[in-house]
């Protein structure tokens, strides 16, 4: 976590889209929890466009994850240290934030 941030370039642009990308499909997923599911399958909202890990989170966790535009759910250990900070710990999934350019460009996307 306490690692040091280097340039900002088209790899942390592309996992920061990555993940805007993932959080908009879990927006609609969360629409479905309106109807009175209590816990639904996410997608990992890391920056990897090839992840495929399911996280199940509850409307609150969930309300939790969204609280701040610059912060995600993720699979534990599918932090990019560069440009995210861990928040919390679950022990299904982590939130993360991302920091500097990459947390301008997630608040830019929400």
Sequence with gaps: MGESRGS???REKRVAYNEAWFRDLNERKAQWMK???TTSGFRCECGSGACG???RLSKTEWDEARSEPNR???APGHVVYEVEEVVKEYPDFWLVE???EAGAIAKELE
Excluded: P
Aim: aromatic share 14%; hydrophobic share 45%.
């Design 35 to 37: 109807s009175g599911l």
């Design 98 to 100: 991302k920091q500097g």
């Design 53 to 55: 890990v399911r996280l």
């Design 72 to 74: 995600f759910a993720v």
């Design 8 to 10: 900002f370039g088209e």
